[in-house]
Antibody, heavy 120, light 110 residues
Framework: QVQLVESGGGVVQPGGSLRLSCAASGFTFSSYGMHWVRQAPGKGLEWVAFIRYDGSNKYYADSVKGRFTISRDNSKNTLYLQMNSLRAEDSAVYYC?????????????WGQGTLVTVSS | QSALTQPASVSGSPGQSITISCTGTSSDVGGYNYVSWYQQHPGKAPKLMIYDVSKRPSGVSNRFSGSKSGNTASLTISGLQAEDEADYYCCSYAGSSTWVFGGGTKLTVL
């Protein structure tokens, strides 16, 4: 069964950095694109970033472009999100999610999320 | 990358049907048949309920159905049950490998 387990969340000061990880199992990780999606407390879902199956291309929401970097290590079945220059509005639960079709389509499996709090 | 528009809340009695709308633009909902719907219970991860506008993943009840007309997609839940009470989010592919979500709809089963 597909499993996605996020880690790396925590409390960080404004302007600081944090790296999130997502350990994947139960499917051929190297064959699927992967997403990060976030949800601020009490708010809706916001798509953050997408990386193709081989890491060749990366795409970002305007709200994080230039500050966040998505990457993956297919040898370790792990997805990453490097978050720099963090702001209070980046506080959220961050979910990793698997692409459903190997291309640009839908997100089929989600992890349980990791909480990031940006506060002084 | 503006969020898709969903009603903040809908409600219905057990056994009834409800429909949640999701309005976007010709650059997202209207431009692609890649609308998906997610159910989220409090404190839980989102769960895929509908993909490609109207397809149901294996294991999702056939009480859930999806459709699209122009720039508006819809999720219909028939035969409402207590366990359907949750937040529901639409999502659309928006081109250039970007996605956009709706603001979410809280479904209350009366």
């Amino acid at each position: 069964q597909v499993q996605l387990v996020e880690s790396g969340g925590g409390v960080v000061q404004p302007g600081g950095s944090l790296r999130l990880s997502c350990a994947a199992s139960g499917f051929t990780f190297s064959s699927y694109g992967m997403h990060w999606v976030r949800q601020a407390p009490g708010k809706g879902l916001e798509w953050v970033a997408f990386i193709r199956y081989d890491g060749s291309n990366k795409y970002y929401a305007d709200s994080v472009k230039g500050r966040f970097t998505i990457s993956r290590d297919n040898s370790k079945n792990t997805l990453y999100l490097q978050m720099n220059s963090l702001r209070a509005e980046d506080s959220a639960v961050y979910y990793c999610a698997k692409d459903g079709c190997g291309g640009d389509c839908y997100l089929d499996y989600w992890g349980q999320g990791t909480l990031v709090t940006v506060s002084s | 990358q503006s969020a898709l528009t969903q009603p903040a809340s809908v409600s219905g009695s057990p056994g009834q049907s409800i429909t949640i709308s999701c309005t976007g633009t010709s650059s997202d909902v209207g431009g692609y048949n890649y609308v998906s719907w997610y159910q989220q219970h409090p404190g839980k991860a989102p769960k895929l309920m509908i993909y490609d506008v109207s397809k149901r993943p294996s294991g999702v009840s056939n009480r859930f159905s999806g459709s699209k007309s122009g720039n508006t997609a819809s999720l219909t839940i028939s035969g409402l049950q207590a366990e359907d009470e949750a937040d529901y989010y639409c999502c659309s592919y928006a081109g250039s490998s970007t996605w956009v979500f709706g603001g979410g709809t809280k479904l209350t089963v009366l």
